[in-house]
């Protein structure tokens, strides 16, 4: 059954010491409560709020942890400028009904001497990794890192970065990990527009453009579906979006919806991924097919 937020809304606690995070977990383990996790690197938007939203409908409690985590970033990617606002945040997910943020440090999570790396295949292979090499395994350490801290019974991640949400439920499954991950669908502007805190960044008309990804997007679905040549459309695709002001467009690509491997006989349904620069943006969008 559904749990309600509370009526009161108060500014959930923040913790940046593991120890007060491990108290605080053992306490509601005690009292038999079920712990929803959702992890961000801030910056929150209605998007984020509906992932802590859905993880306390199957929850008792909430926690939420901001962390921009350089592992991620490679050094020309935007690390230093990537928004950081604790208040605004915080008072946000006191509204979505969060009841703790965990903030831990950088030297928290890599402290001198760390050396452990996750190594990845599957669905961690091509897509992002052709032009992120170092994101997953970021993404897994810090993961893998938060899992362990706050020892969830399931984590709820957004299907807009949809390679990010099949990699973690795959190595969470290898690993035996005791949790569910969840994926929850895209949170949308109306005119389509994937909600993604890098969207800040985009100028005023390159915000009337960025809708265009995902109208393409739609427009390569429906020749899938009708069984034309998904390749051609494609490219198509790739020529408008160039026309209107997209460039480079790292790639549009069809894939196996479990898997992310190219299509196959056995693909049981299809996912339609896309990444693509627009001015200084880079944006990432995918539907499925």
């Known amino acids: 059954m559904l749990k309600p937020v509370p009526s009161s809304v108060t500014t959930p606690d923040r913790l940046r010491e593991l120890a007060a995070l491990r108290q605080r977990i053992t306490l509601w383990r005690?009292?038999?409560q079920r712990i929803g996790f959702v992890p961000t690197m801030g910056a929150l938007h209605a998007g984020h709020l509906a992932l802590v939203k859905h993880a306390r409908s199957l929850s008792d409690k909430v926690v939420v942890?901001?962390?921009?985590?350089?592992?991620?970033?490679?050094?020309?990617?935007?690390?230093?400028r990537y928004p950081r606002r604790e208040d605004a945040d915080s008072a946000l997910l006191a509204e979505a009904g969060a009841d703790l943020v965990w903030l831990p440090t950088s030297e928290l999570m890599y402290p001198k001497g760390f050396a452990t790396k996750i190594e990845l295949t599957g669905p961690a292979e091509g897509l992002e990794t052709d032009f992120r090499p170092q994101f997953f395994g970021g993404v897994a350490t810090v993961v893998t890192k938060l899992f362990n801290q706050v020892t969830p019974d399931i984590a709820v991640f957004g299907e807009k970065d949809y390679q990010q949400l099949k990699v973690v439920q795959t190595f969470t499954r290898d690993l035996d990990m005791p949790l569910e991950v969840i994926g929850?669908?895209?949170?949308?502007?109306?005119?389509?527009?994937?909600?993604?805190?890098?969207n800040a960044y985009l100028s005023a008309e390159e915000r009337d453009t960025a809708a265009k990804l995902h109208a393409e997007l739609h427009a390569i679905a429906e020749t899938v579906q009708a069984g034309g040549d998904a390749d051609a459309s494609i490219e198509r695709a790739k020529i408008r979006l160039e026309a209107a002001g997209f460039g480079p467009i790292d790639y549009i690509?069809?894939?196996?919806?479990?898997?992310?491997?190219?299509?196959?006989?056995?693909?049981?349904?299809?996912r339609l991924l896309a990444a693509a620069w627009l001015g200084k943006t880079r944006l990432i969008d995918n539907i499925a097919v």
């Open 30 to 32: 005690s009292e038999g």
């Open 184 to 198: 929850l669908p895209t949170i949308r502007e109306s005119d389509g527009l994937a909600l993604s805190s890098r």
């Open 253 to 270: 690509a069809l894939r196996d919806a479990d898997s992310l491997a190219p299509p196959s006989a056995d693909s049981r349904a299809l």
């Open 65 to 80: 942890s901001i962390f921009v985590n350089p592992l991620q970033f490679a050094p020309h990617e935007d690390f230093d």
